[in-house]
């Protein structure tokens, strides 16, 4: 079972920042409606997953790379996963699309094409970024589905610095869940791999989502 960010502060897991320190003064019903999880994306039983794809969203076909979370989602899902990609005659950076999950616990794969980060264009990185988290819910709700699952998006070979990444991911998430679209929403997942992407969701979640 995935834990809430609730029951992850009641087992001290996320200790509270100095309220100086938050970017928002409450959390509301979102601490019950967010959660971290450490472990890979495809074994969870969700409505939808996020796939940081690449804007051919054949990439998984083309590197033998398991290791990136868009190889390990095209090996569990199987080969008609990619099938379907080829329908969708590619993706932009910072946009998203959906497909089935196939093979996968998770019934949906929305697909979303993070930037390649550059310390020369860290403004419009993080505004590419971001329309990735956007997007992404966006598809969520527009098809009514219950729950998405994000891993940390362009941190992996795109190279993202993961704290600017996850301040990045933490905002959008916030936003959204608490806007009357993403209401509908009834759990946002954030995915981590390493225990150091851990810590640092750890330490952040406390200045987005609050403990009231
Ligand atoms: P990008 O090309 O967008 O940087 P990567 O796949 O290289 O994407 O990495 C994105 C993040 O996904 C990294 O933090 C990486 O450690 C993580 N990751 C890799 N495999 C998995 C998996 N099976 N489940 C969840 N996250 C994963």
């Not at 804007?55 to 054949?58: D, G, P």
């Not at 790379?65 to 990136?68: F, M, Q």
């Given at each position: 079972d995935v834990p809430t960010l609730r029951q992850l502060y009641q087992l001290k897991q996320i200790v509270p920042a100095a309220t100086s320190a938050a970017k928002y003064k409450s959390s509301g019903n979102l601490l019950d409606r967010v959660s971290l999880y450490q472990g890979t994306i495809t074994g969870l039983e969700v409505d939808s997953i996020v796939n940081a794809a690449n804007?051919?969203?054949?990439g998984a076909c083309k590197l033998n790379?398991?290791?990136?979370v868009d190889g390990a989602i095209h090996a569990a899902a199987g080969p008609e996963l990619v099938e379907e990609c080829r329908t969708l005659d590619g993706c932009n950076v910072g946009d998203a699309k959906i497909t089935r999950g196939y093979e996968l616990p998770s019934k949906h794969v929305i697909h979303t094409v993070g930037p390649v980060y550059s310390a020369s264009g860290v403004g419009r990185c993080a505004e590419l970024l971001a329309s990735c988290y956007r997007r992404s819910l966006e598809v969520t709700a527009q098809h009514n589905l219950r729950h998405i699952a994000f891993p940390s998006i362009s941190t992996g070979v795109y190279g993202y610095p993961v704290e600017a990444a996850t301040l990045i991911a933490l905002e959008e998430v916030r936003k959204f869940m608490a806007s009357e679209d993403g209401s509908k929403i009834k759990r946002a997942i954030f995915v981590v791999w390493s225990n150091q992407d851990k810590e640092i969701y750890e330490q952040l979640i406390p200045l987005y989502f609050p403990l009231d």
């Open positions: 804007r051919s969203l054949l790379t398991r290791a990136l």
